[in-house]
DNA sequence: GCCGACAGTAATGTCAACAATTTTGTCGCA
DNA sequence: TGCGACAAAATTGTTGACATTACTGTCGGC
């Protein structure tokens, strides 16, 4: 019945996994997931494999695929990478910005504000990935949006257990204005700056993390 | 026989992928392949997957694999990305070069000196791989290296072509010598400019390419 | 003589069954 | 009771065959 049945399939089993319906390590038994899927074995197994390519799940030999668990400092290492990255496409935002666009970014922000008031953690992560999002599409660099969206799908659960750090928000909520605030004022170097400031506090805030569960 | 065949296949059809044995836009006909590499289908349709995963290859519904052409458009932007990977690895390299690294380097660095004396250009275009592999090596980065073989086998055929440009060779080695001086001189801003301005050189190589290419 | 339909061929997408391997559970023995 | 070997079950890796789809060359009609 489906058309392509591989990609909805893969589709799916990513969103499982990034919702966090499989832990990390949690072995991912083929049989099981196509009847989950209503999908027969070999759509399914390209679909991991699809998964694999993208660093989501790992196989092992002869005994299948696990959802691959991303250490703390791995998650340092890529955040470390999304600096250059996002850096470089607030940078091309500036220079794209259209007033449509800089309206919507105004906006985003502007709820940020709002549920960062009324302390809704869930809502404010939400409008985090839409910002980002945002940027992303605004600096129109397909190679550098493809390469974020596999890095960000890798550290979702850290990213997550981030934003339920007390605080966090007041930290990251004055940065994100200012990243706003230069894209709209066209500033590319401030852009880029200002985004560059706000992942290394990310990377920061994942050595706290790290030091805090190793004593 | 084959231990791990998968990744054998999928290893020797990407080699002969960027030695340039299949066109790009060439259809990649799934029986000749079992024939060539000696496997079955299954096999080889799994090394197809990863391959495409990868950019190096694109499945069309119900038409199977073709080698992916990449654009000198889209060359631009890798190399775009490139200019911050290995910009950061550059820096880390100098962060952490042992002597025995410098030496190595400096050896890559001589060799191109003579090759380029006597126009090898395919020796030149060898050791260039080697040097920045060998920076790749040392700055120890596992997230950058990984995406940097991605991008970097998507473009080996304009990076080829580029090699081939009269003079290339003559701009280009006073670049990889200042790198190597700022790495083994333990200067992490200074290695990680002169990479960022080798690459940017290659990005407008790329351009010069671009106009010459549409008239 | 040219255009469109049609059948034949070739290649791909999918499935179900088989073989090989790991894991689990049980029994015997110290 | 604890440990190791053996057997059974479960799970994965692989193969070959089948169905579906796109390509090609030919034939008939206009």
């Known amino acids: 019945m489906p058309e392509d049945s591989k990609a909805t399939v893969t589709e799916a089993l990513r969103v499982a996994i990034l919702a966090g319906e499989f832990a990390p390590k949690q072995r991912l038994v083929e049989i099981d997931l ?15 494999q699809e998964l694999a390519a993208q660093g989501l799940v790992e196989f092992q030999h002869n005994r299948g695929a696990r959802v691959r668990d991303v250490s703390l400092a791995e998650a340092i290492e890529i955040t470390e990478v999304r600096i250059l990255l996002e850096g470089l496409l607030a940078a091309r935002a500036a220079e794209r910005v259209t007033r449509s666009d800089a309206a919507m970014l105004r906006a ?15 809502a404010y992560s939400d409008l985090n990935a839409r910002l980002h ?51 709209t004022a066209r500033d590319p170097d401030a852009a880029e700056r200002a985004m560059r400031d706000h992942l290394q506090s990310v990377v920061e805030a994942f050595r706290a993390l790290s030091v805090a569960a190793t004593p």
Not at 34 to 41: D, I, K, Q, W, Y
Not at 112 to 119: C, I, P
Not at 150 to 171: E, I, N, Y
């Open 34 to 48: 196509c009847e989950r899927f209503g999908t027969s074995r070999f759509i399914l197994r390209s679909a991991l």
């Open 108 to 122: 985003i922000v502007r709820d940020m504000r709002t549920v960062v008031a009324k302390s809704e953690l869930l």
């Open 133 to 183: 999002g945002a940027i992303r599409d605004i600096g129109a660099h397909e190679t550098a949006s493809r390469l974020l969206r596999q890095l960000r799908d890798q550290t979702v659960r850290h990213q997550f257990s981030l934003s339920l750090v007390p605080g966090r928000p007041a930290v990251s909520l004055p940065q994100h204005e200012a990243i706003v605030a230069a894209i």
